[in-house]
Structure formats: C-alpha cells, structure tokens
C-alpha cells in the first residue's frame, strides 16, 4: 500500500480515455483462494516483507498464513485466482492500495514460481510510450518495480470487465523471490494511485459496484482455509450478531477508523485514540511505538532488535490477547495465541536460534505517510469487515463490524 506511481502526461491521457467497460455484468459475486501446495518460509523474512508491502503494491491475506504451533514451520499458502486476458494470475487482495498490477512475461529475472503475464495478448498491447515506475528504501534496502500499461479484460470470480493493468517488466529481487503472489488488485481508494492532480484511474471496486446490488464488499479471512471477499451483499453465515457501522475516514484514501481503546488482556492500556487502516495486505498488525512496547512490556523476557526494529520473545511465552475498540462501538478481540509467529531461523538476525518467536504486532514504521496503525490480517482472521461505498467520492463511505462464525481456534 502507499505506493507512489509516477505517471506520464502521456498516461493520464491514455487511461483518460480507457474507462472500464463491463463484459460480464454481476448483482453479486464471491472470491475465494485456492489452495496453494504449503512451503517452507522464514517468519522473519515475511515480517521484513511487511514493511515493504506498505510501498511498493504488494499491500495482504492473499499473504502466507502462519501455522504457529506447527514445529516444522510450514505457511499455508492461499491465493486468489484472477484471469487477465485469459491468462491466471495469483494477485493479493489488498484493501490497503488501489492500483491494479501483475508480473509481466518480459521481466529482466524470471521466476519459476510465477504465473507471468504475456502483455502481447492484450487487446491494446504496450508501445512503450505510457510507463510506470516506483521506488522504495527502507533501511538502504531498494524494492522497486516498473513497467508499463496495458488495456486488458480482467475477471475476478464472476465479474469482467476491460480496464488498465500496469505490467512489471522490471522489478527488485525481492519482489520477483516472493512467490506468494504476482501482483496486487487494489481495493482502496482512487486517491491512493498516483501523484497527477487532474486524472486518477478509477480502482477495481469504481468499476464494480455500478452493477452490485448493494455498494459494498466484506472480507472474511481465515485461518489455515481460504479467504473470500463478497462484492454485492453481506452473507449472514459469515457473520454472528449485528454488524456495527462507522464512518469511515477517508483520509489519504484510506479505509480507516478511530481506535478509542487499546487493552492488553485484561488491563486497558491507553485512553488516547490513533487512526488505523485496515489493509489485508499486510500479514501484521502494525501499531504506533507506545502501544507496541506497551504490550510486549506484557511478554516475558521480549525485547527489539534494534537493526530490524522487531520484537521477539521466548516461543515458550504466552501472549496476552489484544482488544480494540473501533470507533467507541464495537470491541475487536484478537486472541494472543494468534499473534504468536513462528521460531526465528533461515535469517537468524538475532542470533538466537529457534528458541526464540516473532510477534504479529509490530511497530508501524510509516506514520508520516498515513495512518499512525495498520491492521492487517491478524486483524481480519477475528474480524468480519464491510467495505461500502456509496457514492463516486469516498465521503460518506462507512466500515461495518461483526463478530466472525464458524472460526477455528488458531491452535490445532
């Protein structure tokens, strides 16, 4: 999310004249993952990869799913399956960013993990002349990735429609060795795209919700099973109780709310509220530094790598759960064991070996960009979400909270 993409005059006037054009018009529609074969995968290596979700596209819970109290540290991967041009594409779903992106067939350095995009089948196949291009340093460490624009027909589950797709030709290593996914489908806001004032390309959900029955999609994320998204309606099976409903601030063009209390078991721990986005392409819940060491001062014998600025902990430590309160009305509780990760090893920054665990909270290192929190999928595997949008502007869009049904324990 956050992702800054630099765009052409050439381009503006391109996609000026590329609006959606629906092929395959649905009332209502649902995606889930598929089952993705499990694989082997550090859990601090996808800790790190959260920070550079926030810039550049990859946004998750198209993200692993961590097994944490599997000894042989297996994620289970799930991944949504999207055709563009009739060719399947893994893309994470991420609510934190708007754009729409895919791993092209003429990247530099190809990966055999990757499902590659091939631009030439587009109906308006790339002439070089529109460009995309971004950049990111987090800690002297550069992701990037660029490219260039296509029009093509995409179709999520049982919707279609003809719109523009940026395609990577270039893209950093540490894109191109994370094979969890092939690209990004935006479900933020248009404001989040790019930097040109006077054009902004509408996001996937503008397309959408012109022929849904009702103007909303929700996000029912999973542990260790698929994740869906329903666009169009709100299945009740998904979902106990009433579904409680806030105003969004859209901010920045965020989907975001106030957090009004911060609890940490059973002690409340902070009275003074901060914005959080919910963004499912981020694996983590990424909070302001106060609360982050607030509840790691709860974690025996925790503390910060001052190099990564993650916390760890004893895998033998118990987690307290963690409770907040959205917008003075509803009351999110996150079970510690579920954000308990799994055992450092494969990148032992630490030097600790495996008798030591990262955390799914971690500090949010992006405050000057947006939000002071973000709530990823830790957030959403106990949380029923409702996305609606109403109108062309983002001004009275609203967020909708529920308790989930049906949710295994996190543990076996």
């Not at 806030?246 to 063009?253: E, H, L, R």
């Not at 004893?314 to 307290?320: A, F, H, I, N, R």
């Not at 009275?396 to 909270?401: A, C, D, E, P, R």
Request: charged share 15%; with cysteine; glycine share 8%.
């Amino acid at each position: 999310m956050w992702f800054a993409v630099q765009i052409s005059l050439l381009t503006a006037l391109f996609f000026a004249t590329t609006l959606a054009t629906p092929l395959k018009k649905q009332s209502r529609f649902t995606i889930t993952q598929e089952r993705i074969n499990p694989f082997e995968k550090s859990p601090v290596k996808s800790l790190a990869n959260t920070y550079r979700n926030k810039r550049d596209h990859r946004g998750v819970s198209a993200s692993p799913e961590i097994n944490s109290a599997s000894p042989s540290n297996t994620y289970l991967e799930y991944g949504f399956i999207v055709s563009i041009d009739g060719q399947p594409v893994r893309l994470l779903f991420d609510t934190g960013s708007a754009n729409l992106w895919v791993l092209g067939l003429g990247l530099q350095d190809k990966h055999q993990n990757h499902h590659l995009y091939d631009a030439s089948a587009s109906a308006d196949p790339p002439s070089g002349a529109l460009f995309w291009n971004t950049t990111f340093d987090f800690r002297g460490n550069n992701f990037g990735a660029s490219g260039e624009f296509v029009t093509a027909a995409v179709e999520v589950g049982a919707f279609s429609s003809f719109q523009g797709v940026e395609v990577a030709i270039l893209a950093s290593q540490s894109i191109i060795s994370d094979s969890a996914s092939d690209g990004v489908l935006g479900l933020g806001f248009t404001s989040f795209q790019n930097i040109i004032a006077d054009y902004q390309q509408p996001h996937f959900f503008d397309y959408v919700k012109q022929n849904l029955d009702e103007p909303l999609f929700t996000a029912d994320f999973r542990i260790n099973e698929p994740s869906s998204f329903d666009f169009g309606f709100i299945d009740p099976s998904k979902h106990t109780g009433d579904i409680v409903w806030v105003n969004n601030d859209a901010t920045y063009g965020f989907w975001q709310t106030l957090v009004t209390g911060f609890t940490i078991g059973k002690e409340q721990s902070d009275h003074n509220g901060f914005k959080a986005a919910i963004a499912s392409g981020c694996p983590n819940i990424l909070l302001p530094i106060k609360q982050t060491t607030d509840y790691y001062s709860q974690v025996h014998n925790s503390s910060k790598d001052e190099i990564s600025n993650l916390f760890v902990f004893p895998c033998k430590s118990v987690l307290p759960d963690l409770t907040l309160n959205l917008g003075s009305v509803y009351d999110a509780i996150i079970p510690g064991a579920l954000l308990k990760g799994g055992p450092v090893n494969g990148l032992d920054i630490f030097g600790r070996g495996n008798e030591y665990c990262t955390g799914g909270i971690q500090i949010n290192q992006f405050t000057s960009l947006g939000p002071d929190a973000i709530l990823g999928s830790k957030f959403l595997q106990t949380t029923f979400v409702v996305f609606k949008d109403p109108d062309p502007s983002p001004k009275n869009s609203q967020l909708g909270f529920a308790a989930k049904s049906g949710e295994k324990s996190v543990l076996p």
